[in-house]
């Protein structure tokens, strides 16, 4: 083969090959161009095709909307039964006015497959409202029972300083019980006992605020009020001092809270 022939598996032969381009390929790119031009320039998109649901839903909805023609069979045989438009169906026309609404089922699972679905969907919301019901009414009753404790041990610490500082007044060396008088009084008196320190029995700090919590009850404090109205004829709501227990009794409404609520609030 002579150097003056082409050889066409030759590099020169494929860069020659890059540079030619056919008129139909031209052409081609040049209206693709040229449509994409039309497009961005067409202000008024181009209006999608409906689909055949979609156009099966308009026609039935136009359909369902549109009232009986006065030529139909059926109206011209209402007619020559009495019926007019506008009037209800029967003889002293108090029935329907309107045709009964035609519900088209939308899914396609079995007849009282969707009721019985929203019947449980139903089932769940009311477990719900119940189940936040039920924690409502046990925060209340939780708050109502952490007050009712909050002022029961108000009222029994005030009750044991009281208690304590009349028996202190007429010199009296014991306590009656010894949750009448307060925790820190009773406390001094243990570590002054020579016997319990003797013994080395003495209770610990932790076990004696607990020995002395187990005091705060109701029978406990309505044992106190007791005792200081009975015993000093002082009433632990009103605050004030009888002359004698007749006094006492006039100038009181009751020796509890409950008597008081009215005064106290």
């Known amino acids: 083969m002579s150097d003056s022939e082409d050889d066409y598996m030759s590099?020169?032969?494929?860069?020659d090959c890059q540079e030619d381009v056919r008129p139909s390929l031209l052409f081609n790119r040049e209206k693709r161009k040229h449509e994409l031009f039309k497009k961005k320039q067409d202000p008024v998109p181009q209006k999608r095709q409906k689909s055949f649901h979609?156009?099966?839903?308009?026609?039935?909805?136009r359909g369902l909307n549109t009232a009986i023609s006065t030529e139909n069979k059926g109206f011209k045989l209402l007619e020559k039964m009495?019926?007019?438009p506008g009037d209800g169906l029967g003889k002293s026309k108090a029935g329907l006015k309107e045709p009964i609404d035609i519900v088209l089922r939308q899914g396609t699972s079995g007849v009282g497959r969707e009721s019985h679905i929203k019947e449980v969907q139903s089932k769940r919301?009311?477990?719900?409202?119940?189940?936040?019901?039920?924690?409502?009414?046990?925060f209340r009753l939780a708050t109502k029972e952490r007050t009712a404790l909050n002022l029961l041990r108000k009222d029994f610490y005030k009750a044991q300083r009281i208690c304590e500082e009349l028996d202190f007044r007429i010199k009296l060396p014991d306590p009656v019980e010894e949750f009448y008088w307060t925790k820190e009084t009773i406390k001094k008196r243990r570590k002054l006992d020579k016997k319990e320190a003797d013994s080395g029995t003495e209770s610990s700090d932790d076990e004696f605020d607990e020995e002395f919590e187990q005091y705060i009850t109701e029978d406990n404090l309505?044992?106190?009020i007791d005792y200081i109205r009975s015993k000093h004829l002082y009433c632990l709501y009103c605050v004030i001092t009888g002359t004698d227990e007749e006094d006492l009794r006039e100038n009181c409404p009751g020796p509890y809270r409950r008597d008081h609520d009215d005064e106290l609030e």
Do not use: M, P
């Open 11 to 15: 590099f020169k032969v494929l860069v």
């Open 54 to 61: 979609e156009l099966e839903r308009e026609n039935r909805d």
């Open 82 to 84: 009495g019926f007019k």
């Open 125 to 138: 919301v009311q477990h719900k409202i119940n189940r936040l019901r039920t924690c409502q009414n046990q």
């Open 222 to 224: 309505s044992a106190l």
